[in-house]
C-alpha cells in the first residue's frame, strides 16, 4: 500500500484544515520537508505505524496495543482496519481518526495526516 502522510504540526502552522479537499494538494506545493509530507509503502502484515518507523520517521506512539491515542491519525483517503479491541470512539472514527499502531491497510492507496492527538477531540485519549 503506498501512503502519502503529513504532519499535523504544518496543517496547524499554515492553518490548513482536516476537512480540505485540497488539504494534500496544498502540501504538495507548501515547502515542507521530508519528515513532514512524504510518501511510504506499508508492506503486508505491517501496520501503519511499523511501516513509517522502518521507512526511519519518528511518528508518536506510546502503548501500541489500541489503548491510548498517542498514535491517532486522521484518514483522508483510504481505509486502514481497526482492531476491536481499541479505544477509538465511533463518532470519532466515523470522523476519520484511526490508530496507526493497530490499522493495517485495507486499500492500495492511502492519505493520513499523522500527529493528530493534539486535537482537542482527543484530548481524553490520550493516557
Ligand atoms: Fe496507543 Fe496506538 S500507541 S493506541
Redo the contacts with the bound molecule.
Keep these: 500500500t503506498r501512503v502519502e502522510f503529513l504532519d499535523y504540526e504544518a496543517v496547524v502552522d499554515y492553518g490548513w484544515s482536516l476537512d480540505d479537499d485540497e488539504l494534500f494538494r496544498k502540501a504538495s506545493h507548501a515547502d515542507l520537508g521530508p519528515d513532514a509530507h512524504g510518501r511510504l509503502l506499508v508492506h503486508p502484515d505491517e501496520s501503519l ?1 511499523e511501516a513509517a518507523e522502518r521507512s526511519g520517521f519518528a511518528w508518536p ?12 491519525v486522521y484518514l483522508a483517503e483510504g481505509e486502514l482496519s481497526q482492531p476491536t479491541d ?2 477509538m470512539p465511533e463518532d470519532l472514527a466515523e470522523r476519520g481518526f484511526r ?4 490499522g493495517y491497510p485495507l486499500t492500495d492507496e492511502l492519505s493520513v495526516v499523522f500527529n493528530v492527538k493534539q486535537r482537542p477531540e482527543l484530548d481524553d485519549l490520550i ?1
Excluded: E, V, Y
Design positions: 505505524l506512539f506510546s502503548c501500541r496495543g489500541g489503548a491510548c491515542a498517542n498514535c491517532a481499541h479505544i490508530l496507526s499502531c493497530n493516557l
